[in-house]
């Protein structure tokens, strides 16, 4: 006798592959949060300066610099009415008198631009590494010893030299901000590809021994067809579990050059900078480590739960757990 089938399973409409991934990630319930912490803090940092229009860099002075210095935000009047606040600072100002508020707004931008430049860098070279040494057998050796090479170095120190050695030259060539922005976007995509070449290098090595790999070299298929048409998409799983991860590998590099100093100029804030800045008054100003820490801490762990979901989503082997 054969068994009657679900009627609902009748109606539901045939999924494709990533209809499937996306139920699956929305039954990720850390996935779904990191999705939208992560959202919440990009619209936040983009599209703030819209809604909160002040200056990062204002400058006060005379009797305006007196006044607005060192202000605190406008919560501690709960429990210190006695606190020096201004109702148009929201999170009060630093030491210069600087809006601490429209100072996190732009090195969220700064630190978040950071992170997707580097990662996109990251992934291309690491991409097209994996690419060649697992489709050609010839450049296997010598782009995996150059993998265990990069591998091998110590990453923050050498972006640390790399930094005093080209910051100043680029600085003059194409200013200081984008000239230090390209830097450390170059030194921490070109330092962070090494995991992604290894992943995708490990799946094409599986690949190109399927039957429609075989298939489609019967059939005369060139090997550049092969890898755009048939293997690349088969490899997107693992690299965009890698892009995430990337995003806040970058961000905390980022953060800690801009923390040790050698990060962009003094008056253009990140995160990383703004903790450099408020670590000599910490005592007496609390919320300017916390604010910025938290803000880092938060984007992290939010990618970090994001990749796991989509991890746990492309995967095929999950969904039977």
């Known amino acids: 006798m054969t068994e009657l089938s679900d009627p609902l399973d009748i109606d539901r409409p045939p999924s494709n592959r990533w209809t499937e991934v996306w139920r699956q990630f929305r039954a990720h319930k850390g996935a779904m949060a990191g999705a939208v912490v992560f959202g919440l803090i990009i619209l936040g940092v983009f599209l703030g300066p819209f809604v909160y229009p002040h200056d990062a860099q204002y400058l006060p002075s005379g009797r305006d610099f007196i006044t607005l210095r060192d202000t605190r935000p406008i919560y501690v009047t709960l429990w210190d009415p006695s606190a020096k606040v201004n109702w148009h600072y929201v999170l009060g100002t630093d030491n210069l008198g600087r809006d601490n508020l429209a100072r996190f707004l732009s090195g969220g931008r700064v630190s978040i631009s950071v992170g997707l430049t580097a990662m996109i860098l990251s992934i291309v070279l690491g991409t097209f590494v994996g690419l060649i040494a697992g489709f050609f057998r010839l450049c296997d050796g010598p782009l995996m010893r150059l993998t265990d090479l990069f591998l091998a170095l110590p990453i923050l120190p050498l972006i640390l030299v790399a930094s005093v050695l080209f910051r100043e030259s680029l600085a003059l060539s194409l200013g200081p901000e984008m000239g230090t922005f390209l830097l450390i976007v170059g030194l921490i995509g070109l330092t962070s590809w090494m995991q992604t070449a290894r992943i995708v290098r490990g799946d094409v090595l599986a690949l190109k021994e399927r039957e429609f790999i075989l298939a489609a070299r019967s059939i ?21 579990v890698s892009a995430t991860l990337g995003i806040a590998t970058a961000i905390i590099t980022e953060s800690a050059l801009s923390f040790l100093g050698f990060g962009f100029p003094p008056d253009f804030p990140t995160w990383g900078k703004l903790l450099n ?11 300017r480590v916390i604010w910025p820490g938290t803000l880092i801490s938060l984007t992290v762990l939010s990618v970090n739960y994001l990749g796991d979901g989509l991890r746990d989503a492309l995967d095929p082997r999950s969904r039977s757990r």
């Not at 670590?279 to 919320?287: A, C, I, Q, S």
Request: hydrophobic fraction near 40%; proline fraction near 12%.
């Open 277 to 287: 800045d408020a670590v000599d008054r910490m005592t007496l100003y609390p919320e």
């Open 220 to 240: 005369g298929t060139t090997p550049r067809n092969l890898i755009l048409n048939h293997i690349l998409p088969n490899v997107m799983s693992p690299i965009l």
